[in-house]
């Protein structure tokens, strides 16, 4: 169950970079504990969105707030999960896990117990010393995801963290992702071009319009959890899934009309 004490207030959100204007007048809040999809066409600016409450980018107008406190830049309250890994190839998958801690001062034996235990809990227990030219795309992927909850964040931000895996590996590591989560229930924001994955994963999906990016519509996902792959061949769930898409279709059309015009 989500917790109704908002986590992150976002009032009058607007970017623009030189005379393009990316967001326009974004005002959202997400509740504590609360997994959160973004999706919609490309160029809508959800990338930005999340990159502006990771203090990564600065809006033009209005204000974001975690916990009741301005985000003014990058901080440890916060874990970035992105596209591609950026593990560092000369550490091992227990050194990469520890970058944080290591950068914070509080790399220990203490911390050490911790990292170890979310290596279990992301499923690499026994791989602590490999390197990660040793590991598959999802394995590295598990990684990432176990640093970024290494320090402890309270708000976790997840650009695309799949998409350049195969099919199967990628279904696979949305049920894992959900494991993890159901076990220590942190504040999500998902960006994903699948629209299935956000049904699947997500208590609300934020529908961003074409570009300049706006809410179009937030979908309450009303589907009991824990959640089996199955779930996804459920009338429910494809109900979800064509609403939305009927929400984006055209912004999507007119996006890929534009990019090859």
């Not at 066409?41 to 999340?50: A, D, E, Q, V």
């Not at 590991?135 to 990684?143: D, N």
Request: aromatic letters at 8%; charged letters at 30%; a neutral charge.
């Amino acid at each position: 169950m989500v917790d109704p004490i908002t986590k992150l207030s976002v009032s009058h959100l607007s970017k623009r970079f030189e005379t393009l204007e990316v967001l326009r007048d974004i005002s959202v809040d997400v509740h504590r504990g609360e997994f959160i999809s973004i999706v919609g066409p490309s160029g809508c600016g959800k990338t930005t969105f999340l990159r502006i409450v990771g203090g990564l980018e600065t809006g033009a107008t209005g204000d974001v707030r975690l916990d009741g406190r301005s985000i003014t830049g990058p901080g440890s309250d916060r874990g970035f999960v992105f596209q591609q890994d950026n593990l560092l190839p000369w550490r091992t998958v227990l050194d990469n896990v520890e970058i944080g801690p290591e950068i914070g001062g509080w790399r220990n034996a203490e911390q050490r117990v911790k990292t170890l235990k979310l290596l279990k809990l992301v499923g690499l227990a026994g791989f602590e010393k490999y390197y990660p030219r040793q590991l598959s795309g999802g394995m590295r992927q598990r990684v990432n995801l176990a640093r970024a909850l290494a320090v402890d964040p309270e708000l976790l931000l997840m650009d695309e963290p799949f998409s350049a895996l195969d099919a199967q590996t990628r279904e696979i590591m949305q049920t894992e992702l959900l494991r993890v989560w159901e076990e220590g229930r942190k504040t999500v924001l998902f960006v994903t071009h699948q629209i299935d994955e956000a049904v699947y994963l997500s208590d609300r999906v934020f529908v961003f319009a074409r570009r300049p990016g706006r809410i179009n519509e937030i979908v309450e996902i009303d589907l009991p959890r824990p959640r089996p792959l199955s779930l996804k061949r459920t009338p429910k769930f494809v109900e979800y899934v064509d609403h939305i898409w009927k929400l984006i279709e055209d912004d999507v059309r007119a996006s890929v009309l534009e990019e090859h015009a």
